[in-house]
């Protein structure tokens, strides 16, 4: 990289996102998202020519996304989702990100999210919400739930069971 300052956001937010939550970890899933960004924006910075993208595999992506909704409880590896979609972990993120507009690690968060926020609404408590839906506790759950959607779960409950 011929010049190693550079104002790149999405580099600079994949680089955020690898060091936000190091207390907790990170999952495979979202550290094979991490690591293709960085790969990404790294290629750009190092004057290295586009290559012309390949075609969609929207097959592979669809079996992917079809697993992911299917176990929406509990940690997803790569290794389940590359026997499942024949791609390996870095191709299918690259996959998911050119047909989906985002990467397996973030559609199966917002599944869960989606998931916790109908179960809310019919009353379920936050925490069960929480555990059932594969975060690992309730301000884990809290804090994707308010980048998400700008607000708390326990407002969303408020406003729920308001309306």
Do not use: C
């Not at 791609?87 to 985002?102: E, I, P, S």
């Not at 059932?132 to 779960?153: L, M, S, V």
Request: hydrophobic share 45%; proline share 3%.
């Amino acid at each position: 990289v011929a010049a190693p300052v550079v104002g790149d956001e999405a580099l600079r937010q994949a680089v955020g996102e690898a060091v936000m939550d190091l207390d907790n970890g990170i999952d495979e899933l979202a550290l094979d998202d991490i690591l293709v960004r960085i790969a990404e924006g790294l290629y750009r910075h190092a004057g290295a020519r586009d290559t012309k993208p390949g075609k969609a595999d929207k097959q592979a992506v669809l079996e992917a996304t079809e697993f992911l909704r299917a176990n929406l409880e509990r940690p997803v590896g790569s290794q389940e989702l590359e026997a499942v979609s024949g791609l390996d972990r870095f191709t299918l993120a690259r996959q998911f990100r050119r047909v989906l507009g985002t990467s397996p690690h973030r559609y199966l968060l917002m599944r869960r999210l989606e998931r916790a926020r109908q179960m809310i609404a019919r009353g379920e408590s936050l925490a069960g919400a929480a555990l059932e839906t594969g975060f690992a506790d309730q301000a884990h759950f809290t804090r994707h739930f308010k980048r998400a959607y700008g607000i708390t779960p326990g407002r969303w409950a408020s406003l729920a069971m308001a309306g």
